[in-house]
């Protein structure tokens, strides 16, 4: 019998991500409280709400594999998530202009009925051109990015913003690292390919 498999989010583009592994799943969106806890690192923050979003799902499915992921942007051990807004995203990427970012992408995938459950995190450093007013607009104009850790959506015309991107996964800045997650979920027993 195929494992059913269930992704505890509603992000279109972690959708977009897992349906390249080719196994079938389905989506439920996590009801959970995102908000930062005091005295939280952005590593603790994603790898946290990554754990939440996944077991409040597995808990409502007890025997499917749920996959659960967050993502926080770190500028100088500041955390910057979604921006919401075209006002927050101007000042986000301001604040990155001419830094170094890591993207912490923390991925969590559990089963309830066994208590299987392996967090992991793939890390994505970028480093952002000094970035000027006009420029920041006329992106945020064009590509409204405002469900997108730090407002810089590099799967589109953010792109132009970066000088580089280092990472093990390039599907990792995107919000979900299907290297590792792939390697996990055989570890659950999922025949891919």
């Known amino acids: 019998m195929t494992p059913d498999l269930i992704l505890a989010s509603g992000s279109t583009y972690r959708h977009e991500l897992l349906t390249r592994l080719r196994y079938p799943f389905r989506v439920q969106s996590p009801d959970i409280d995102e908000s930062v806890q005091r005295g939280e690192t952005p590593l603790d923050t994603c790898m946290r709400l990554a754990r939440e979003k996944a077991q409040a799902v597995a808990r409502l499915n007890p025997d499917s594999i749920v996959i659960g992921s967050d993502q926080v942007a770190d500028v100088n051990g500041v955390a910057i998530s979604k921006p919401g807004n075209h006002e927050n995203a101007q000042k986000q990427l301001a604040a990155m202009s001419g830094q170094r970012v890591v993207f912490h992408s923390a991925v969590c995938v559990t089963r309830h009925s066994t208590a299987?459950?392996?967090?992991?995190?793939?890390?994505?450093?970028?480093?952002?051109?000094?970035?000027?007013?006009?420029?920041?607009?006329?992106?945020?104009?064009?590509?409204?990015?405002?469900?997108?850790?730090?407002?810089?959506?590099?799967?589109?015309?953010?792109?132009?913003?970066?000088?580089?991107?280092?990472?093990?996964?390039?599907?990792?800045?995107?919000?979900?690292?299907?290297?590792?997650?792939?390697?996990?979920?055989?570890?659950?027993?999922?025949?891919?390919?």
């Not at 913003?161 to 990792?172: A, G, H, M, V």
């Open 116 to 193: 299987q459950c392996e967090v992991f995190v793939v890390p994505t450093t970028v480093e952002f051109r000094e970035l000027n007013a006009a420029e920041i607009e006329r992106y945020l104009l064009a590509e409204t990015p405002y469900d997108c850790a730090g407002s810089a959506k590099s799967e589109g015309l953010g792109i132009a913003l970066l000088k580089r991107i280092e990472s093990t996964d390039p599907t990792s800045i995107i919000g979900l690292p299907l290297i590792q997650l792939a390697a996990t979920l055989r570890q659950f027993d999922l025949t891919l390919p």
